[in-house]
């Protein structure tokens, strides 16, 4: 059995991140049925969990790519209302990772990243692109600057992904399924750098099958299924003592 | 052990696959020019037969064909009365192009607005005027056009806007004394204002500090403008120098310009050859070139060799122009740029008057009770009004549903990643969907383009005087159908060829950069 392997301790701070009975319907079918949990600053949270369980849905409500329609969402003291005054600081603070990359096709590798920075934060293009450069080197690409996303492979592509959200100096990074779509002998690229990032205090929400990440990295493991958070636990509980049938069997199907 | 060879044969001719390539190309070939040859000396025999003589002197001979609009509206010879109809196709054509995307742009921008009511327009626009023959859509502008008051000896006076059943009259701009100076300033100006430009961008890119290029083009364009406003007197100097160079080329032999065409040919051919091998040329060195290439390359040179001969035999060809003299096409080249230059020299003699004026349309009493516009403004004719209505508004609906499409086309992960970065939906519009967008429009809409041009043709069918209208009265008076209907295809395809290679350059810079 893995051991939670302690990275350098990191200090848990205030509740960033409060969600109080969360709920979401496509149509008739009810994707959240009521979601209640905190998030403390500089926390590693992982969500597992089968799919159309709401996993997915719930951490893009956080952003709001999806609205919630009843229940409270509260990112760092600010509330997710319909204000886009509010939805524009929040985005700006939350970086998200997806499944699919998202990368401009158009833009080159160093576009991709300094977009944001420029047209959202105004940062001076000189500024913008030397944060870029620095982002590219802790990702491990900084060769590949010039060029554009469909000469990368899927690893490298995540990469600058990851780089492009943290560029907008992010309080919460929320990670959806970011490694689902990559070969097997690419995961592990996408994998350290994340684990790099938890290390550096990084608050981060995590969608993901890779257990031995969720086991290494994550203060916290969460259970979804049917819409609610069945279970939830530290990675020692969770993989060696879950209480629910749900989750055993869960677990059983995937380890 | 040892691996079993036959013994190496010979391939046979009839077997190798190199050989019969070559075989088939240049049959193709041969082929293509035979049955041209062919169709062309039958139908040469023909027209002889049928006593109908096929020859290009209309193209000189004084016409008596009143033009309703135009540069010239009675042009005194054929060449003349279809350089009016081409204008007028370009007139149509080009301002319509502009309008039709824009319109159609907007619409189809409208079509996936989320206000219901912009939405709904947007669809009923579309599918009312889609589905409705062009033809008829030109006739319903006219008929609108022609409903509306006539024009009586009350209304005489200038107006800022006028509408009326002779047409559409709006104030406008006209050129006046010192046009033409003023613009060697302007283009002055532009030229300052890019080194400025280039100059600041690079103390941005260096500083980080914000210097605004593209403003400061702008400004200097305005500055060198309103200097020249009033300075242009001062470069009335430059008048001997236009003429000058005027009767340069009219010194000079004529065999010179054949010799440039023939020169310009072989080295284009050159060029192009030379290009080729570059694109060939790999890391290791030139690649292989295979058969076809070959064939390409012997193609381009043949190509440069014989635009080398035709432009001797076009230059040496005979024509006699309106005033009835004879005179080499050479001769006409060099006759035409002198002209240009000495008529520029003359513009640069002006002293006075101002580079712009306004100009407002005036109705005036022409003749007994006939009132209709004068010169001042624009006015746009009733056939005018109803060929370029029609061909925007049907194009612009067809381009709408092709903007559509491509903003459809992107993938949502892209607008969900621009937002996730906290860009506004103006800012990811414009820096993300539509740069991708566009280079799924692009290609069907240059196909709008060729047709809006096309269409244009229909203006015969409101008396609006585009090249087919010209055509066909040159072609009654004159019974030279072929050679006028060569004109026309030769016109629209060059047209249309011209919008193609438009649309491929841009096609080729928007490509997105894949593996």
């Known amino acids: 059995m893995t051991m939670h392997e302690t990275t350098p301790e990191r200090v848990l701070g205030d509740d960033i991140v409060i969600a109080e009975g969360v709920k979401k319907w496509f149509g008739d079918f009810q994707a959240l049925k009521g979601v209640t949990t905190r998030v403390k600053e500089r926390e590693v949270v992982v969500i597992i969990g089968p799919s159309g369980s709401g ?120 990670f959806d399924e970011p490694t689902s779509a990559l070969d097997p002998e690419m995961i592990k690229e996408v994998l350290d750098v994340m684990k790099e990032l938890a290390a550096s205090g990084m608050t981060m929400i995590v969608v993901t099958h890779e257990m031995g990440f969720a086991r290494e990295v994550a203060d916290r493991v969460m259970f979804f299924d049917y819409g609610t958070i069945v279970e939830e636990g530290t990675p020692e509980h969770f993989f060696t003592n879950p209480q629910h049938d749900r989750t055993k069997l869960f677990l059983s199907q995937i380890l | 052990m040892t691996v079993e060879v036959r013994e190496h044969q010979k391939t046979p001719l009839w077997r190798n696959a190199t050989f019969l390539k070559w075989v088939a190309q240049i049959g193709v070939l041969v082929a293509l020019l035979a049955l041209f040859a ?109 409903v509306l008051p006539q024009l009586a000896t009350d209304d005489v006076g200038t107006y800022w806007f006028k509408a009326s059943n002779k047409g559409f009259g709006l104030a406008w701009f006209r050129t006046d004394g010192g046009f033409w100076p003023w613009m060697l300033f302007v283009v002055a100006g532009i030229l300052v204002g890019r080194a400025v430009s280039r100059s600041r961008h690079r103390i941005q890119e260096e500083t980080g500090r914000i210097t605004y290029p593209g403003l400061s083009w702008l400004a200097t364009v305005i500055v060198f403008a309103a200097v020249g406003w009033f300075a242009w007197p001062i470069l009335r100097f430059l008048a001997p120098v236009w003429h000058g160079i005027a009767s340069f080329f009219r010194a000079l032999p004529p065999i010179v310009y054949p010799i440039v065409g023939a020169i310009a040919s072989i080295g284009f051919a050159v060029l192009w050859i030379r290009n080729f091998f570059e694109s060939r040329r790999t890391p290791a060195g030139f690649g292989k070139l295979t058969d076809d290439d070959w064939f390409r390359v012997i193609f381009a040179g043949f190509s440069g060799i014989a635009l080398a001969i035709v432009s001797f035999v076009i230059g040496g060809f005979v024509l006699t122009t309106v005033g009835g003299d004879k005179a080499s096409v050479a001769e006409l080249i060099g006759r035409g740029i002198a002209n240009v230059f000495d008529w520029l020299g003359r513009s640069f003699e002006v002293t006075s008057g101002s580079p712009i ?11 007994a009770g006939f009132v209709n516009f004068s010169e001042g403004g624009v006015v746009m004719s009733v056939p005018f009004f109803a060929i370029w209505t029609g061909v925007t508004l049907y194009t612009a609906s067809f381009i709408a549903e092709i903007v559509r499409g491509g903003i459809l086309a992107v993938p949502k992960g892209q607008t ?63 019974g030279q159908s072929l050679p006028v209907v060569l004109v026309w295809m030769g016109f629209f395809v060059s047209l249309s060829l011209g919008i193609s290679a438009i649309v491929n350059y841009y096609n080729r810079k928007m490509m997105i950069v894949e593996r």
């Open chain 2, 38 to 146: 062919l169709l062309g000396s039958e139908a040469l025999k023909n027209f002889n037969q049928s006593g109908i003589s096929f020859g290009w002197k209309w193209l000189s001979d004084p016409t008596g064909v009143d033009i309703r609009e135009g540069i010239d509206t009675s042009p005194d010879s054929g060449v003349r009365a279809l350089a009016v109809g081409m204008v007028n196709t370009l007139r149509v054509g080009v301002s319509g192009i502009i309008a039709a995307t824009v319109l159609g742009t907007l619409i189809g921008i409208g079509r996936l607005s989320k206000n219901w009511i912009v939405n709904k327009l947007s669809t009923v626009y579309i599918e009312s005027i889609r589905n409705v023959p062009l033809l008829l859509q030109i006739f319903f502008w006219q008929a609108m056009a022609l």
């Open chain 1, 55 to 174: 996993k997915s849905t719930f951490i893009r409500c956080l952003n709001r790519l999806e609205a919630h329609q009843e229940g409270t969402i509260i990112i760092d003291g600010t509330e997710l209302t319909n204000d886009l005054k509010n939805i524009e600081k929040i985005r700006s603070e939350v970086g998200m990772v997806f499944q699919q990359f998202n990368l401009f096709p158009h833009l080159t590798v160093m576009d991709n990243i300094t977009l944001a920075p420029i047209w959202v934060r105004k940062t001076p293009k000189a500024e913008a692109e030397a944060t870029a450069m620095e982002l590219l080197e802790r990702v491990g690409i900084p060769e590949q600057a010039d060029k554009y996303p469909g000469q990368l492979s899927g690893g490298q592509q995540q990469r600058v992904a990851i780089a492009r959200s943290l560029a907008m100096k992010p309080r919460i990074m929320l």
């Open chain 2, 357 to 367: 004026v306004g100009s407002r349309p005036e109705v005036i009493v022409r003749g």
């Open chain 2, 416 to 478: 969900e990643a621009a937002m996730a970065l906290g860009l506004r939906r103006s800012q990811y519009l414009r820096l993300v969907i539509l740069p991708q967008a566009f280079r799924i429009i692009l290609p069907p809409m240059g196909n709008q383009y060729l047709n809006l041009m096309k269409n244009t043709s229909l203006g015969i069918a409101v008396a609006f005087p585009e090249i087919v209208q010209v055509g066909t009265t040159i072609l009654n008076q004159t």
